[in-house]
């Protein structure tokens, strides 16, 4: 069994910044990559950025240039850091560990809300 826990969102002024923690346990041996995901309210699920096990990276075109995850593998946890917050960044973000398209965990959430 793989867990994840997010922690890291509140609220913040637009422009602001937040960095986004996601710790993973478990038997993760087998993981191929692992990402960031966000559900703002009445939207889908949709892909914010990941990164490969070789640290490989790739985001949504409405992150590039003001978010960047990283991961410090010693720790078992992915960042992102999200810069330049806007209003449309309000969302959940989700943590995903994906070892292939029929096994995936997620995390429970954390809540950013991008608001003056």
């Known amino acids: 069994q793989v867990e994840l826990v997010e922690s890291g969102g509140g609220l913040v002024q637009p422009g602001g910044s937040l960095r986004l923690s996601c710790v993973v346990s478990?038997?993760?041996?087998?993981?191929?990559?692992m990402g960031w995901y966000r559900q703002a309210p009445g939207k889908e699920r949709e892909l914010v950025a990941r990164?490969?096990?070789?640290?490989?990276?790739n985001y949504a075109d409405s992150v590039k240039g003001r978010f960047t995850i990283s991961r410090d593998i010693a720790k078992n946890t992915v960042y992102l850091q999200m810069n330049s917050l806007k209003s449309e960044d309000t969302a959940v973000y989700y943590c995903?560990?994906?070892?292939?398209?029929?096994?995936?965990?997620w995390g429970k959430g954390t809540l950013v809300t991008v608001s003056s």
């Open positions: 995903n560990a994906y070892f292939s398209y029929d096994i995936q965990f």
């Open positions: 478990g038997n993760i041996l087998s993981m191929n990559r």
């Open positions: 990164i490969t096990n070789g640290g490989s990276t």
